[in-house]
């Protein structure tokens, strides 16, 4: 009886330890219950994304095929790059077309490429990627061949390639590109009309009969790097069966906006211009000169231009010449940091500074300031209304003034002229006159924009001076 109890007891002990499950057991039991749901809740979703992927793929197949049927529809030189979009069932498709031509060995071949290249097939690759693709499957891709009506060479004839680059260095696209023989050909001769560049900024010109050619490309508010307006052209010579490249770098114009400014800031109104007178506009590609206008047409190099009333010649460096002798080679002076400090009567000027370079964001430049000088003219008596004033460079006639020179003789008419009229000049000292019948009818040329008021070495001879007092 009592090892009955006591097992009785046993059982009862042991039930009371199997009663309950603790909070710990309980929330791990949770989390391993998440863990598994979020797991296949993931699969779930996984598979219908892989689906409806597959299904977006069917449909990116079909588009990429249309598009190399599209493009095996037309001539070799009529197809171009292009990247668009269309909408399928509320899925956005992209489609991205890609050409390039092949050579003989199979490499790919830019319209740049050097002289000699055989230009064979044209390369077309297909991409068709859509929203929502599950990353990282690749997107479609097809590609093809497709091969110009006739063979491209001839051992007769020539193939002119022409690629055309914009300040940023990409290609520019729809431009007029001209070919014109520049000598004689046989009667009857048919010289081909090269195509528009495309939107890698090529263009080719296919069976060119051998000769000097000129080739031009154009288009209304565009400019070279050379600032050729509109149209600029260049020289060639095509050998017979061979291929040729030659490379254009031409881009809309940019606006840059002048204003003129004196050194001291006094700015007379109104003012008279030669006739001709140019502006320097320079930057880390060289310099160039350009006709005065109140807005500037350049070309738009992102790093853009330091711009100098008059025509600017820095001094050159052969060894041999005398460093006191530079006002006699190139033209400095009008040039404003090209003229150091110095002390004049008492006077000390600071160094003159070059000027900022002016970049064009979009295309639209803010107003430049352009450092001029000013002088004033009087005339004999009965000689004042409607004269003709030459002014004409020399070398600074007094050494302590600090001129730089100007070896280049430059000289500048203004017409028109009336007593008391103002005169913008670049920088530098110039000698006046205004001549009838052999004699000099000018009395006076008075500079106004100096900042020292030095004395000048005569009444006809003035030298403006772009330095500021100390």
């Known amino acids: 009886m009592k090892r009955f109890q006591s097992a009785v007891q046993r059982m009862r002990a042991q039930a009371s330890d199997d009663a309950g499950i603790s909070i710990v057991e309980v929330v791990a039991a949770i989390m391993i219950f998440a863990l598994l749901s979020i797991g296949l809740a993931q699969g779930l979703v996984t598979s219908v994304r892989l689906a409806g992927d ?51 060995n199979g490499n790919d071949v830019s319209c740049g490429t050097g002289s000699g290249t055989k230009l064979r097939v044209l390369r077309v690759n297909v991409d068709v990627t859509w929203a929502g693709q599950v990353r990282p499957i690749s997107p479609v891709n097809f590609d093809t061949v497709v091969a110009p009506d006739g063979s491209l060479h001839d051992e007769d004839l020539a193939v002119l390639l022409i690629s055309v680059n914009g300040a940023d260095g990409t290609g520019v696209a729809g431009l007029d590109v001209a070919l014109t023989a520049t000598t004689s050909l046989p009667t009857g001769t ?68 002048v204003t003129l400014v004196a050194p001291n800031g006094a700015n007379p109104s109104p003012v008279k211009f030669a006739t001709t007178a140019p502006i320097t506009v320079s930057g880390g590609r060289g310099q160039q000169t350009v006709s005065r206008a109140s807005v500037l047409a350049l070309f738009p190099w992102l790093d853009g231009y330091s711009l100098i009333y008059g025509a600017y010649t820095p001094q050159s460096i052969d060894g041999a010449a005398d460093p006191a002798l530079n006002a006699l080679d190139g033209c400095q002076s009008p040039n404003p940091s090209t003229w150091g400090a110095v002390v004049i009567d008492g006077t000390a000027l600071n160094a003159g500074v070059t000027p900022s370079a002016v970049a064009l964001p979009a295309q639209t430049a803010a107003m430049t300031a352009l450092g001029v000088g000013y002088t004033q003219v009087k005339f004999a008596n009965g000689y004042q209304t409607n004269r003709t004033v030459t002014a004409v460079t020399t070398a600074a006639p007094n050494s302590d003034v600090g001129d730089p020179g100007c070896g280049a003789t430059l000289t500048y008419t203004f017409t028109g002229i009336n007593e008391g009229d103002v005169l913008a000049l670049p920088f530098g000292t110039w000698k006046l006159s205004s001549v009838t019948s052999s004699v000099d009818r000018l009395n006076e040329a008075k500079p106004l924009s100096n900042a020292a008021g030095y004395p000048m070495p005569g009444a006809k001879i003035v030298t403006l001076d772009p330095r500021l007092k100390s």
């Open 54 to 104: 597959q299904k977006h793929r069917i449909t990116a197949l079909s588009l990429a095929a249309s598009d190399i049927d599209l493009v095996r529809g037309k001539t070799a030189f009529a197809i171009d790059s292009d990247d668009y979009d269309t909408e399928i069932d509320g899925t956005v498709y992209t489609i991205t077309r890609s050409v390039e031509w092949v050579d003989a």
């Open 190 to 257: 048919i010289v081909p009309t090269p195509t528009k560049t495309n939107s890698h900024g090529c263009s080719y010109a296919i069976g060119v009969p051998p000769a000097s050619y000129n080739v031009s490309v154009s288009k209304a508010n565009y400019i070279s790097s050379d600032q050729v307006a509109t149209t600029v052209v260049k020289s060639i010579t095509l050998a017979a069966g061979a291929t040729a490249s030659t490379n254009f770098v031409f881009d809309r114009a940019g606006s840059f906006p």
